[in-house]
Structure formats: structure tokens, C-alpha cells
């Protein structure tokens, strides 16, 4: 990312890494060396040294917490340093249940959300700042090879500062900045921040003081915050755990992993980008959906007879169709997540609750993988290629032509029971029913449904009919939890007897079901479940599912919004906004916000675009929700919920029934 061609004589990165507190100071400074100490006239001290992973020159700068020092400290340092670009590097509060602690938040945005109007409302004013976007390409390119995960430097500096845990996950969201440090969910600054500031996924007191002050002196900057805390009146547990240090040292991992990144360009922030032909490396393949492969990855553990059973496959046959089976939870799309994360393959993942599940969608993203790895030269899919197997014929057929000789391609295709509007008698997506040499297809779908007719070589795999290795590979998943340093902590009295007790408790009441795992080891991390109330969990998923519902019935007539609201989430069968939902219950965006609180352990949070969405985590929530014993049980009426939630959907396209 240097200002002048690559070379001997190229000139080094320069770059301003600010920090707030001691930790996260010492977890950037242990990636640097040759540290020397400067002075600004007006008494500002920092340091500047190298990058140790690449030749890259950083001042490092403790600012101290509040964005007005901040920013004043930043435009200190900006104007004595002049550097190219600027990096903020610390830790933040979750403000959404889907980021875990150490997670990592790239800010594609940073508001200044206390600005406003104090009438009788709060009417939000917010100050924006986007990421600048060869930045925030150059931070998606980090997330996606991965490597800083394995410490860009030696991981040690002076200070003795480790590496930071290798199962973080990126996320690429908003961020809000104030000066207030929050740390309670009821607070009326929490449901502020739902209601007006709904997609920032975390919240700090910089960053808003530092966008300011590289954008007055037009220098890229880039916020990175590892997740110390959720903001939920558990802060100081979190940090006795040690989760500050582990966030620190994550951000700052990837802060310096990208920093040797853009080193290795040729280009800088606001150049344009070298030709690709004198490159000597060639790109890697996109990973497709890479966010839900690392959430589906997360914590993977055993099935090893399955992997066994595809590679024998390919051995045997020269082309064909495996098929894995089992009943909804049991793993299934993990495995092949698993299997593309592995192997690299071309994959598309049906996502009913995300709208990701129709043919137009699949042959997009299917062509978009094919041509990048091939240079296949059928142009992408257009208007009615979605309607036959024609096009999809023919894109096989050209990466079957352009496949080398003797190489073997797996296609990956997820959850064919949700793929949507499949006509009887035809395979879901079109799917071909014979393979040109050289192609297989790895597809998923529930027990006994997404019928599938093959003419070729082919294997199903029903992860039903082992239950024993999927027993061993629960208790593994179970224990590799369970060490995680929250969900340690909250095994009481004696944490070896507890944990052996946790152990056999979820054995014995999971039914060999993993999405049964997820909600109650999830429940337990957040504070939602005693591990002393193992004992008396429910048997199974449906069980589990009967037994929130029957929590919330008893709450009498308090949960009657509730319900309504989950309802109407369940007819729209998509993700949705809160402001649609509040239309549909009648109740304001903030009351829809604090309603589904309550089904918080289902739930999907989506935040982008200005936007923050909510659908079904997994779709099988959902069908409980929709069977009919469980609506009588619910006292709901699906006919006035499906009434409401089509007016709501007219009226959302600006349509009037009555004209």
C-alpha cells in the first residue's frame, strides 16, 4: 500500500495505530520492534518502531478513553507522523447476542450516535463516518486467508504479550461511538441505540473522535475492535475471565496482519490497483458464504466415517451424486461446511430464514465460482434461466470441458428441503440426474423429503445410522465447550465434577442432536440457564422448543405480544426489519425490539445496509412454531396474524387497496 511503485527503493508503509487503554497498547506493541519514543510539542508522547511480519513503519499511540482526547490526540499525531493511513486497534461491547466474546468488529461505519434532538422523543442526529473502501476490501482479504489468526509476528514482545485466540470470528459491521460506557440491556440508552442505531453491532467512546480527525486531514482510517463484553451488566466478569486481554490481542492480531497485507500491495489506499497480469501469484478462489461457513465450522469435531465415505466415493466412480441425510439439528450442514472449509469446493448453502434458497440465487453464485476458478465463458445467468436445467446444463458441461485431466471437482449444495418453489417430479434446482466425468455433487436435505432422482453413481449417507460415532463426537464437541473460559467459569463449586456432570446430562437429554447443544450451551454462556437446572432439561429438540413456549404461556397475558410478534415473524417466513413487525403488532419499533428479547436463542441478527433484520436461526424453530398443535397451544390467530402481515407488506410498497 506504499505511494510509489513496488522495488528496492519503494518507500515504507507508514501507519498510526491508536489505542485507548494499557491492554490494548501492549497488544499492538508486541507486533512491533525497534522502538523509539517521540514527543509532540505539546507533550503528546508515542512511540514509532516496525512492523515485525513485513517493512512497515507504525506510531503507536495510547489515547486514553472519550472521543474529544481522542481525536485531539489523533490530529496531533496525524500532522507530525504524516501517515498513510490510520487504524484504530482496542476492545468493544457486543450490542447484538450473535457476536462472542473475542469476536472481531471491522467498522464499515462508525456513528456518533449522541447527536440529537431532546424533544419529547430523542430524534437521532447521528454523525457517520464510512470506512474507507480499499480498506475495508483489504481487511475482508485478511478475514478471508485466514492467516493472522496465526500471529503475524513471533506473537511475543517485550511485554510478553501472546497471540490471540484462534477461534475468533470477523465481522464487518457498524460501530457506535459516545462517551458513555454501557453495560446494562435495560438501560434507555441500550433501547436508543436499538431503536436508532439498530445495525451497530458494537459500541466504543474513540471512534468517533479519531474518524473525525483523519477525515478533517483526508487519511484513511479503520476502526478493529475485539468483543470484551456484551454491555449487559456483566462487563466486570468478563474482564476477571480475561476476555479484555484475549479481545485486545485479537484485534490487534489482525490489525498487524493486515497492515503486512497491504504492505505486499503495490497500491495504497486511494491508488488504483496494480494489473493483475504482473502479478506472479494468482488469486484464490472466493470462498463462497464465508461468514456462514465460519459460523457452521465453529467447534467442528468428528464424523470422520463421513469424510470417508466421500473420499472412497471419488476413488470408485468417475463421476456421481452423494446424498447426506438425517433429521433437522443432527449436523448435516456442518459437515459440508466442514468438507468445503477442508477441500475449497464450490458450494451454495440454501438458507430458508435468509431468503437464500431459490434457483436464480444458486446459479448466480454457482456460475460466479466457476467462472473465477475456470474462465468459464458463458455470460452469468439472466431473466428465465431459473425457470429449466438448460443453463445450468450447459455451465456444468463447460467446467466439465475445462476441468485438467484426471482432476476431480465436487460441487457442495445444502438443504435441499428448503429450497423454494421445487415443482413435483423435477429436482430441486434443476440438479442434472447424470454427471459429465470428472464432476460429483455433495447435496444435504432432511429425512425423507427434497425427493431427488439420480441415473448415475450414487451413495446416501444418513448420519441416523451411526449413532455411536455420533455420541463420541457430541461428548468431544460437549467437553471442547465447556473449556471455553465463560462457560468455565460457570460450572460452580467444583468445575471437574460440574463439567463431568454437564457432560452427562446433555448426552443423555440431546437425542444425538447438535442444534440441541448449540441452544442450551448458548443459554448457558449468556446467563440464560443454571448448569445446576441440567438435570431437569427436556428430552430432544421439540422438547427443548415445547418447553421455552410453555415459559412463555406462563407468563399469562404479559406474553401475548410476544407470541403475536414471533407469529408474525413465523407467516413472513423471511428476514424482516422491526419497523415491519411493529406495523403488523401495532406496538412501536423499540417495544418490537425488547419483544423479541424473549426469543433471543432463535433468532438471527442481521445488520447492514442501514438496516438490521430478524429471522429464525434455524429453520426447524421455526415449523415447530407453525405446527398446528403448537398454535392451538399459542392461542393465536394465524388468519387475523396473516391478515396483518399482508397489509403491512402493501402498504410497505407505498400500495393502497382502496384506490
Known amino acids: ?79 507530525l507522523f504524516r501517515p498513510d493511513l490510520v487504524l484504530c486497534a482496542g476492545v468493544a461491547g457486543a450490542l447484538h447476542d450473535d457476536l462472542r466474546l473475542g469476536d472481531i468488529v471491522v467498522a464499515t461505519r462508525v456513528d456518533a450516535y449522541q447527536g440529537g434532538t431532546a424533544a419529547e422523543d430523542f430524534l437521532a442526529r447521528p454523525q457517520t463516518w464510512a470506512a474507507p473502501y480499499r480498506l475495508e476490501e483489504l481487511a475482508r482479504s485478511v478475514d478471508l486467508y485466514g492467516g493472522w489468526r496465526d500471529g503475524p509476528g513471533d506473537g511475543a514482545g517485550d511485554d510478553g504479550a501472546g497471540d490471540a485466540d484462534t477461534g475468533a470470528g470477523v465481522h464487518f459491521r457498524p460501530i457506535a461511538a459516545g462517551e458513555v460506557v454501557l453495560d446494562s440491556r435495560d438501560s434507555a440508552l441500550f433501547g436508543q441505540l436499538r431503536l436508532h442505531n439498530n445495525d451497530a453491532a458494537a ?27 456484551r454491555a449487559d451488566g456483566r462487563k466486570e466478569a468478563a474482564d476477571r475471565a480475561g476476555w479484555q486481554r484475549r479481545a485486545a490481542e485479537a484485534a490487534a492480531a489482525f490489525g498487524a496482519a493486515l497492515l503486512a497485507h497491504g504492505h505486499g500491495s503495490a497500491t495504497g489506499p486511494g491508488e488504483p490497483s496494480a494489473d493483475p497480469a504482473e502479478s506472479a501469484e494468482p488469486a484464490r478462489p472466493r470462498t463462497p458464504q464465508a461468514a456462514y461457513l465460519r ?19 471419488l476413488d470408485d466412480h468417475p463421476s456421481g451424486h452423494l446424498v447426506v441425510e438425517g433429521l433437522p439439528g443432527v449436523g448435516k450442514t456442518s459437515l459440508l461446511a466442514e468438507e468445503v472449509v477442508r477441500n475449497g ?38 431473466t428465465g434461466d431459473d425457470l429449466d436445467g438448460r443453463y445450468l446444463g450447459t455451465l456444468l458441461e463447460e467446467t466439465a470441458d475445462r476441468l ?22 423435477v429436482n430441486a434446482l434443476f440438479l442434472p440426474t447424470v454427471l459429465q466425468a470428472g464432476l460429483y455433487m455433495l447435496v444435504s436435505r432432511r429425512s425423507r423429503t427434497a425427493p431427488l432422482r439420480i441415473d448415475g453413481p450414487s451413495a446416501v449417507i444418513d448420519l441416523m445410522d451411526r449413532p455411536d460415532e455420533s455420541r463420541r463426537d457430541m461428548e468431544r464437541f460437549i467437553r471442547d465447550s465447556l473449556v471455553r473460559p465463560e462457560l468455565a467459569a460457570r460450572l460452580a463449586g467444583d468445575p471437574e465434577r460440574g463439567r463431568e456432570r454437564a457432560v452427562a446430562s446433555l448426552l443423555d437429554r440431546s437425542e444425538l442432536n447438535f442444534m440441541y447443544l448449540v441452544y442450551v450451551l448458548r443459554d448457558i454462556e449468556y446467563g440464560r440457564m443454571d448448569p445446576d437446572d441440567l438435570s431437569s432439561l427436556p428430552a430432544g429438540l421439540s422438547q427443548y422448543y415445547e418447553r421455552h413456549l410453555e415459559q412463555m404461556l406462563a407468563k399469562g397475558s404479559a406474553a401475548a405480544l410476544s407470541l403475536r410478534t414471533v407469529y408474525a415473524l413465523a407467516a413472513i417466513r423471511e428476514p424482516v426489519p422491526a419497523s415491519l413487525l411493529a406495523g403488523v403488532v401495532q406496538v412501536s419499533e423499540l417495544r418490537v425490539v425488547r419483544l423479541l428479547a424473549d426469543w433471543a436463542q432463535f433468532l438471527h441478527i442481521e445488520s447492514g445496509l442501514g438496516a438490521t ?7 426447524g424453530f421455526c415449523d415447530f412454531l407453525l405446527r398446528n398443535d ?9 388468519a387475523e396474524i396473516g391478515s396483518m402481515v399482508g397489509h403491512r407488506l402493501i402498504a410497505s410498497l407505498g400500495l393502497d387497496l382502496d384506490d
Open 630 to 638: 403448537t398454535i392451538r397451544a399459542a392461542g393465536v390467530d394465524m
Open 404 to 425: 485438467p485431466r484426471d482432476d476431480k471437482l465436487v460441487i457442495v449444495i445444502d438443504a435441499l428441503d428448503e429450497v423454494e418453489h421445487a415443482s413435483p417430479g
Open 295 to 313: 459460523e457452521k465450522t465453529a467447534g467442528f469435531v468428528g464424523r470422520e466415517s463421513a469424510f470417508a465415505e466421500f473420499g472412497a466415493f
Open 1 to 79: 500500500m506504499g505511494r510509489t511503485p513496488a522495488g528496492p527503493d519503494r518507500r515504507r508503509l507508514r501507519a498510526l495505530v491508536l489505542t485507548a487503554l494499557p491492554v490494548e497498547y501492549r497488544a499492538m506493541r508486541a507486533h512491533l520492534a525497534d522502538l523509539r519514543e517521540r514527543e509532540h510539542r505539546t507533550g503528546t508522547r508515542f512511540e514509532v518502531g516496525r512492523l515485525r511480519a513485513a517493512e512497515c513503519e507504525v506510531a503507536l499511540v495510547q489515547v486514553g478513553r472519550g472521543n474529544v482526547r481522542a481525536g485531539v490526540i489523533a490530529e496531533r499525531v496525524i500532522g
Open 613 to 619: 433484520t430478524y429471522g429464525f436461526y434455524h429453520q
Open 345 to 382: 469446493w464450490p458450494a451454495h448453502f440454501n438458507i430458508a430464514a435468509q431468503r437464500i434458497n431459490g434457483t436464480a440465487a444458486f446459479l448466480a453464485g454457482l456460475h460466479a465460482q466457476l467462472a473465477e476458478r475456470f474462465g468459464v465463458r458463458l455470460p452469468p445467468p439472466g
Open 203 to 229: 459500541i466504543d467512546m474513540e471512534d468517533a473522535g479519531i474518524a473525525q480527525a483523519a477525515h478533517l486531514n483526508d487519511v484513511p482510517a479503520l476502526v478493529i475492535r475485539g468483543i470484551s463484553d
